[in-house]
Every structure is written in C-alpha cells, then in structure tokens.
C-alpha cells in the first residue's frame, strides 16, 4: 500500500519554501522578478508592460505577487514603483542553498 502524506506532516519551513518556489513557477512571474532586479530593484508599471504578455496578464501576476510579499509597493496612484522583498528574497535563496548543499552540483570546482 503506498505511503500517504498530508500537507500537515511537513514541517512549516518545507512548506515555506515550497510555497516560494510555487509563486515564481511561471515564466511572467520569472520576468516580472528579472526586470525589477535589472533596474536596480525599482521599476514603474509600465516598464512591466513591455513584458511579451498582455497587460491584463502582467497585472494580475504583480497583483498575486504583491500579495504573496514577494514584491512591495511603493508611492500613489499613477506614481507606483515595485520592488523586491531583497530579505525575503535572501532568506529563501539561502533556504535553497541549504537544501542543495550536499547535492554534486554545488561540489564543482
């Protein structure tokens, strides 16, 4: 019989980080990050409109990444700028680090 887990069995820092991974697992998301990052962590809305998607679509993922704290919102209407939880963004890239430490990968020289 196979073995049957529920998502209370893991452990709340598995669950996190799985959850991070899940809010960047699409490429609009991927580019929503990259463009922020390549304009020094600081970009408008329309500078996210120039993403391949339409705008409904760009919206609505910066909408869920907001809400997830992974991107924050500065300013007023008309005058928005979005940026990076950069502590968040180091916590889990830390958490991923130590996830695959022992893994070859990481052992190259």
Do not use: C
Not at 57 to 71: P, R
């Amino acid at each position: 019989m196979p073995l049957s887990y529920s998502y209370s069995n893991f452990d709340e820092g598995d669950k996190e980080l799985s959850n991070f991974a899940k809010a960047l697992a699409l490429p609009v998301r991927i580019a929503i990050i990259r463009i922020i990052m390549e304009n020094n962590n600081a970009v408008n809305r329309e500078a996210l409109w120039e993403i391949p998607f339409n705008i409904e679509t760009i919206n609505k993922h910066v909408a869920e990444l907001k809400n997830l704290g992974i991107l924050k919102v500065q300013g007023y209407k008309g005058h928005i700028t979005y940026s990076i939880d950069q502590s968040l963004f180091e916590h889990m890239a830390f958490r991923f680090a130590e996830l695959f430490k022992n893994t070859r990968i990481f052992n190259v020289n």
